[in-house]
């Protein structure tokens, strides 16, 4: 059984950034639809694990290929601005961030030091903030 599908496999795409994306999306609408009762949320699952298991089994790999690197160029920043904000909420005990005024630098200053002078190390504009 493990053999023939080694034999299935072979030339086949197999899953990528791409699918892995798809299938996440494609669980987190079937729990969506599973708590609203939705039809359209059903049938859109449904599309979504077709396109996941034709994308997988494809034989066309310089196709997927190029749909993935397509992805990984729409997904990059905005996996780069999730990084930031999970970043600052691990941080958020320890530290405040304000926004300079002048350049809209982002500023990350100790938070409990109470009134302080922030100096923009970009523009070298003074905020007065409370941290
Ligand atoms: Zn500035």
Known sequence: MKEKL??????RYGVDQLGLAIFTTTF???ILGLFTRSIILTVLT?????????RSLSKNLYKRQQENFKFI?????????????????????TYKYFKCN????TLRVPRGKGKICITCPKC????????
């Open 124 to 131: 070298k504009q003074e905020l007065h903030k409370r941290s």
């Open 102 to 105: 002048h350049c809209h630098q």
């Open 6 to 11: 080694k034999q299935f496999m072979i030339g």
């Open 73 to 93: 160029r729409f997904y990059t920043p905005i996996q780069k601005q999730l990084n930031i904000y999970k970043k600052r909420f691990k941080e958020r005990k």
């Open 28 to 30: 987190i609408v079937a």
């Open 46 to 54: 449904i599309a979504l694990l077709v396109l996941f298991y034709y």
